[in-house]
Structures are given as structure tokens and as C-alpha cells.
């Protein structure tokens, strides 16, 4: 069976609708590169096209790039060379970790260092795929024109192929829009966390042609285990022959047609469960009742 695609953005590049997120693969607990190198390995045998990362994934400034050196030795050590061109790494640049701790950083300056390393720890031969500022601004130092200037000139340099956002809201979007040609948001989205919904960013999207990568689809670490507590999940579990996490994919994948949930995976099996998502079409009734759910 075909796996379902989506174009990126308005671009004629299609990807699979749903990612591999690889924070969990980067991280504190994160597993040996060894095992990380085979469930990227196992992502791709499963027809799965895009994969999430950032430069920020890795323990502190001293490991930074790790998630993206990671993913170009898998892909450099995959067997079927021909797959690998389809692949998208969507990367993204703007925080940093000092003392392994998350702050946003979007000096123009270091954003132009960023983009120049994570060219080089995706193997430095072609333009990163996709591009995507980690943060919005959180203080007045930089505008976003003066943020998004050595974006703009590293796409002219061939250094990123296209552009996103993420952790934006409307207003902001359509600013950035004057000054570049974007084509994804990476917003968070989930049961616990559905503001995309209400502060017009999904509908967005939708109307302008963007791709919304759903961050965070499970809840994050803290919130992902209550989700195979739910009675209501448990039993639409039972009723769809899945695992609870499949029916939250479901219902992220039934919101719009350009939403791509992107979930994390530090073991093979959680990416295999996850692609099962795809094949599942929730009636509507049972839409509707997880839409008035109330998840804590």
C-alpha cells in the first residue's frame, strides 16, 4: 500500500505525512548512536520521508549539531542510496544550550554561523532541505527583518533550500512572508496543547499553502504516558485495533489537510507503531468526542 504524501508548502516537493522527530534520538537519555542509526535506518525502510531536527538537539553547546551529524552518518550508512534523495531533514536554527539549558539566541550574526554548521553536519555537498528559525523573538534586540537577513542570504548562497518557522504566531508569519518565500510553521500541537486551532495559525496554513509540522503530537515527555490512561482512547484503541498513541495521530492527521505530526521516536517500535496512524480513519462521531474531551 502506498504511503500517503502532502507537498511541502507550495513547492513540487512531496514528503510523507507524517516524520520522524529525532529530539528524543539527541537529547539527555538519548540511546547510543548505534541504536539512534537504526531506528533512522528502520524510519526509512518504512517509506518514512521526513525527518525533524535542529541544531539545539544535543546535550549542551559543546555537543551542538549532534542530532544532524547523527542523521547524515545514517543516511550516509543506509543500504539503498537511490531512498535517501527523497529525504527531507527539515533543521532548525535560533537556540542555543548553555550548560545544557534551552535559550533563544537570534543575534543575526550567530544565525548566520548556525545555518553555515548545519550545512556542514548534513555533509556540507547540497542545500539543506528545509530551514526553519527554532524561535520567534523574545525581546525587542532584532527585528525580523534584521533576523531574517542571513536567512535570505543563505538561500541566495544555495546553503538552504526552502524556509519555516516555528513557534510563530499569524501576525508574525505574515511579516516574515514580505521579507522571504516560506513554505512550513512548526508550531506545537496536541490534545493538551490545541492553540494552533484557536489563534488562527493552523487555518492559515491551510488557506496560504503552508505545511504545519505538529510538534510535541504526544503531549512531550511529561504528558505522553497519561495518554495510555484515558478511558475514551483506550477504548477507541480497542475499537480501531491500535495503540492510543495511532488514534492521537489519527485525530491530529484528521484537523487539516497540510498538518504533518511529527513524533519523536528513541526506539524502532515506536516509529513502526506511529506510521500505523496512516491507515486509520476516524469516524467522525469519534472526532468529535475527542475534540470535547477534556485532557489534563
Known amino acids: 500500500m502506498e504511503i500517503s504524501t502532502i507537498y511541502l508548502g ?24 548505534e541504536d ?46 537511490a531512498h535517501i534523495n ?18 533563544t539566541d537570534l543575534n543575526p550574526s550567530r544565525i548566520r554561523q548556525a545555518i553555515q554548521k548545519s550545512y556542514e553536519s548534513l555533509g556540507g555537498q547540497k ?16 527585528t525580523l527583518k534584521e533576523i531574517f537577513q542571513p536567512i535570505c542570504e543563505a538561500v541566495e548562497l544555495k ?14 508569519i505574515k511579516e516574515v512572508q514580505t521579507y522571504i ?32 509540522l505538529a510538534y510535541s503530537p504526544m ?7 497519561k495518554l495510555n490512561k484515558d478511558k475514551l482512547l483506550i477504548h477507541l484503541g480497542e475499537k480501531y485495533h491500535c495503540s492510543t498513541y495511532c488514534i492521537v495521530l489519527a485525530w491530529i492527521l484528521s484537523k487539516s489537510k497540510c498538518i504533518v505530526p511529527i513524533p519523536g521516536a528513541s526506539k524502532i517500535t515506536s516509529i513502526e507503531d506511529s506510521i500505523k496512524a496512516l491507515d486509520i480513519h476516524l469516524d467522525q462521531d469519534d472526532i468529535e468526542q475527542i475534540n470535547n474531551h477534556k485532557f489534563i
Open 10 to 33: 507550495h513547492t513540487n516537493v512531496k514528503m510523507t505525512r507524517i516524520g520522524l522527530g529525532s529530539m528524543p534520538l539527541s537529547i539527555y537519555g538519548r540511546p547510543t548512536q
Open 36 to 81: 539512534a542509526i537504526k531506528v533512522i535506518h528502520r524510519t526509512l525502510d518504512l517509506g518514512i520521508t521526513l525527518i525533524d531536527t535542529a541544531d539545539a538537539y544535543c546535550l549542551d553547546e559543546n555537543d551542538k549539531n549532534y542530532s544532524e551529524i547523527l542523521i547524515y552518518q545514517a543516511l550516509q550508512t543506509y543500504p539503498s542510496s
Open 86 to 103: 527523497n529525504i527531507i531533514i527539515a533543521t532548525k536554527g535560533g537556540l542555543i544550550r548553555p550548560g545544557g539549558a534551552w535559550e
Open 127 to 142: 542545500p539543506i532541505p528545509l530551514w526553519q528559525i527554532h524561535n520567534c523573538p523574545q525581546d525587542n534586540k532584532y
Open 159 to 172: 546553503l538552504i533550500q526552502y524556509v519555516g518557522v516555528s513557534n510563530f504566531n499569524v501576525e508574525q
Open 181 to 212: 518565500d516560506i513554505q512550513s510553521v512548526q508550531n506545537v500541537f496536541n490534545l493538551f496543547k490545541r492553540q494552533a486551532e484557536t489563534d488562527g495559525v493552523l487555518n492559515y496554513c491551510e488557506n496560504n499553502n503552508l505545511t504545519f
Open 219 to 225: 503531549g512531550g515527555r511529561r504528558k505522553h504516558k
